[in-house]
């Protein structure tokens, strides 16, 4: 008989390596994984760039600081245990304009808190050493950047989980959440499951999910689409590793890079262009009631009065390929639009806040019996492992 039972809402990574830290800190505990979808990893963690961040650009003392340099580290032992793929291809974050390079270089001062190991700064000549058809100014080095597949380390996170008694319930998708004598139900249509603690991992739905919870509606979680380029075949060659611009930090996304795959296949991408639907992969795609969430919401016209300009150009990069690999170019001149083709795309969930800012940190909470992951985007995939540590530190604390 389990000691007590713990639901976790989403099989996505954070969601999977949550209910495995769960197991395997309390093992008498009956932990079941609740996942709408029939497979795990089926939205932001099968939809990513791959990369095993190496903590340069995170806000000291964060939590997104401290997390994926535990998580990379954790990440890399398992991978290598379980023998999953792990390419330590390395990454160069290039500045081609000299207002870029003032933004590398308190980039550098960033990753140094960060201790991000083997990192240094580049010139000209080194850039053409590490990657033969990149060019820049100047650059920062990091050789311990990775690049892994998100969804064979779910599956495996999965498979750790059962294997230690856990459950994961595919086709589940949770609707309500009710206290009821002795826990909370958990609902999904005529189906229930009741528990004693719950824990939110539900990526782009999380604001909704925790709601049902009893929790707060802010922050909001804003769908941004990223689309990804592929390079064709015959010139994949020319990119060995991964190539990313020096990011604007007034957004938290990183900028549209230079991609290798562990298939060896080289992605472009991915851009961020405002979403229609929680889960529009498609520019098509539209849900009425989540874009009626979107516009409803003060933080949005607060976030669109000030990054306006940048959600046009966005666009205008997402319909014509040209301008897409437009500011692709300033990196990799030889690879335009025409040795590309379009290649899928992500939606990541940021969370928004009243006042219209974008969340940087991850956000953490738990309200009562309720533990909810209520902003976990990139680098959430590398810092899984560490986020699970941290939930479970959250749920278990007195
Ligand atoms: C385009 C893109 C590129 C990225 N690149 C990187 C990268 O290179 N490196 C990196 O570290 N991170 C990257 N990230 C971020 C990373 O992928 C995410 O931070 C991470 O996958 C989040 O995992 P998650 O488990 O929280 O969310 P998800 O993977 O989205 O999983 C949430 C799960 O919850 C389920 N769910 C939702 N609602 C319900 C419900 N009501 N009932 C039951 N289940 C529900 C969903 O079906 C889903 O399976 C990227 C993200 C995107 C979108």
Not at 131 to 149: F, K, M, N, V
Not at 189 to 201: I, K, Q
Not at 217 to 240: C, D, T
Request: proline share 6%; with cysteine; net charge positive.
């Amino acid at each position: 008989m389990a000691d007590e039972t713990i639901g976790v809402v989403g099989a996505g990574i954070v969601g999977l390596a949550v209910a495995r830290e769960l197991t395997r800190r309390r093992p008498g505990t009956r932990v079941v994984v609740l996942e709408k979808e029939n497979r795990v990893a089926a939205h932001q963690t099968g939809h990513n760039s791959g990369v095993v961040h190496a903590g340069i650009y995170y806000q000291p003392g964060s939590l997104k600081a401290k997390l994926c340099t535990r998580g990379g580290a954790l990440l890399r032992e398992y991978c290598e245990e379980r023998r999953l793929p792990y390419q330590e291809c390395g990454k160069l974050v290039v500045a081609v304009s000299d207002d870029d390079v003032a933004r590398m270089d308190a980039l550098a001062a960033r990753a140094g808190s960060n201790m991000v190991p083997g990192l240094r700064r580049v010139g000209p000549r080194e850039i053409g050493e590490i990657e033969p058809h990149a060019t820049g100014l100047a650059a920062l080095w990091s050789p311990r950047t990775a690049i892994t597949d998100y969804v064979r380390i779910s599956e495996s996170f999965a498979g750790d989980v059962t294997a230690a008694g856990g459950e994961i319930r595919l086709n589940f998708g949770v609707d309500r959440v009710r206290a009821v004598t002795g826990g909370l139900e958990v609902g999904s249509g005529p189906e229930a499951l009741t528990v004693d603690r719950l824990v939110v991992c539900a990526g782009i739905q999380s604001d909704l999910v925790a709601g049902l919870a009893g929790d707060t509606p802010v922050p909001r979680i804003i769908p941004f689409r990223g689309e990804y380029m592929r390079i064709n075949p015959e010139k994949a060659g020319m990119i060995r590793g991964l190539i990313y611009p020096v990011p604007d930090p007034r957004y938290p996304f990183l900028g549209v890079h230079f991609t290798r795959r562990v298939d060896g296949t080289v992605e472009v991408g991915p851009n961020a262009v405002l979403a229609t639907a929680r889960e529009g992969y498609r520019r098509a795609d539209l849900s009425l009631r989540d874009l009626a969430g979107i516009v409803s919401y003060p933080g949005m016209w607060r976030m669109a009065a000030r990054h306006w300009r940048t959600g046009l150009h966005e666009m205008r990069g997402s319909v014509s390929k040209k301008a897409y690999m437009r500011a692709a170019r300033r990196y990799v001149p030889a690879i335009g639009a025409s040795d590309v083709v379009r290649a899928g795309s992500g939606v990541r969930a940021q969370a928004l806040d009243r006042d219209g800012a974008l969340v940087d940190d991850f956000r953490i909470h738990r309200l009562g019996p309720v533990t909810a992951v209520r902003n976990a985007p990139s680098p959430a995939a590398t810092s899984s492992l560490a986020i699970a540590e941290h939930v479970t530190d959250v749920l278990l604390a007195a």
